[in-house]
Structures are given as C-alpha cells and as structure tokens.
C-alpha cells in the first residue's frame, strides 16, 4: 500500500511564502513519477507541477516562476516552495505518485494521493 503525507501549510498573507512536503512509501522505479494538485470547492483538480520519470519538471503556467517542485530521494519526500502567493492559490494541496506516466501535468499518470493539506492565502 503508497502512502503519501503531505504537510505545510497553511495559511500566509499574499505575497509571502511557504514550503509544502510530501512523505512517500512509494518505490521508484524507471517509470515513477510524482505530482502536486490543488482543488477548491465546486472545481476539478488542477495540476500545479510535476516531476516526471526522467527528473524533468514541469508547471501550470499560473504557477511558472513562483513555484519550485523538487525531491530528495534519500528521504523519499517530494517537495512544493510557493512563493509570491495570491490569494487566488488558495485550495486544498494534494500529492500524487504514479507509475503510468502519460503526459505533463496529466492527472491520470497518478493512482496514489496523499490527503491533502490546506493552504489559505490571505489578501
């Protein structure tokens, strides 16, 4: 059974920063790839950034240049540095392991979710 455990979180005033990290059981191998996701009430989950199965990353473009996704294998966590938030990046934080790489940024690459951390950013 993947275990994923995000933490961080949760809330800053727009403009400031924070650093969510996501703990996985899940085991890499060459076709491993990890995700973060947000979604807010009423919305389908959007994908904010990847990690693919070669180390290539890649981002939603409302998040490209604000965000940094990044992982340390020895540790198995996967983490997400927002900074320059807004208020519009309020959602609940989701991380995603996967083994069916089908895309950048494409929700069906992941079957393995973590459950979730808030994140508020106030204005």
């Known amino acids: 059974q993947v275990q994923l455990v995000e933490s961080g979180g949760p809330s800053v005033e727009a403009g400031g920063s924070l650093r969510l990290s996501c703990t996985t059981s899940a085991k890499r191998t060459d076709t491993f790839c990890v995700g973060w996701f947000r979604q807010v009430p009423g919305k389908a989950r959007e994908a904010v950034a990847n990690?693919?199965?070669?180390?290539?990353?890649t981002y939603a473009d409302s998040v490209k240049g604000r965000f940094a996704v990044s992982q340390d294998n020895a540790n198995n966590t996967l983490y997400l540095q927002m900074n320059s938030l807004k208020p519009d990046d309020t959602a609940m934080y989701y991380c995603a392991a996967g083994y069916s790489w089908v895309g950048p940024l494409q929700i069906q690459s992941y079957n393995h979710w973590g459950q979730g951390t808030q994140v508020t950013v106030s204005s």
């Open positions: 990690i693919d199965f070669d180390g290539g990353t």
